[in-house]
């Protein structure tokens, strides 16, 4: 029996998106897409989740990209700009789930340096009960030592818990450490299967 959820922020909680900074900047989403995938990458982007300094991720990948140093401080510096809403329906999820006597609890891949800048923003942070941040952890997923640590810091019995997040390899890293997750459905689909006719 499930009594402890899970969630994962950015994708599932909230809407986290370079392309919301990029696009306009750029002037086509085609070219975000190459910027993304060949200079500030997802892999380039969770060493700063992991608990690098921007400042010393930056300056490698401006040493290495030269050309391309004002865009890639731009990741940080307008970091903000690629934040949008929080995702449609959840935050009244979270509430009934709440009121229904779930747990809730958030397991985040997302920098100590930029999370301070959203922790308040976002009035569905406030509805957890407690929260893993890979960056002050200096662990992330889809590492199976990730989940163990919020295992451990949160007394979890795994059997009594699902981890949501909103990429494959993060729910099958968890599920690897034997924490059971599923891939993010959306709101109205986690609501008929934690809370069927509510």
């Known amino acids: ?37 060949n200079i500030c990458t997802m892999a380039w982007n969770v060493q700063m989740d992991g608990g690098k300094p921007f400042a010393e991720g930056i300056a490698e990948l401006s040493a290495e990209y030269p050309e391309w140093s004002k865009e890639i401080r731009m990741f940080f510096d307008r970091w903000i700009e690629m934040m949008g809403d929080e995702l449609p329906g959840m935050r009244e999820l979270l509430q009934d789930l709440k009121a229904h006597g779930y747990r809730l609890l958030g397991l985040t891949n997302w920098s100590c340096e930029t999370f301070c800048q959203v922790r308040h923003r976002y009035p569905v942070f406030d509805l957890l009960d407690g929260m893993l941040v890979s960056g002050e952890e200096r662990l992330t997923k889809p590492s199976p030592a990730i989940f163990r640590r919020m295992i451990e810091k949160f007394s979890l019995e795994p059997s009594e818990c699902v981890f949501i997040d909103d990429n494959q390899a993060n729910v099958e890293g968890s599920v690897a450490a034997g924490l059971p997750a599923i891939l993010f459905p959306g709101a109205s689909k986690l609501r008929e299967m934690f809370l069927p006719g509510v």
């Open 1 to 37: 029996m499930t009594k402890t959820i899970i969630f994962d922020f950015g994708g599932v909680l909230v809407d986290w998106d370079p392309h919301h900074l990029y696009d306009e900047y750029f002037g086509s989403r085609e070219k975000t897409d190459w910027f993304l995938a």
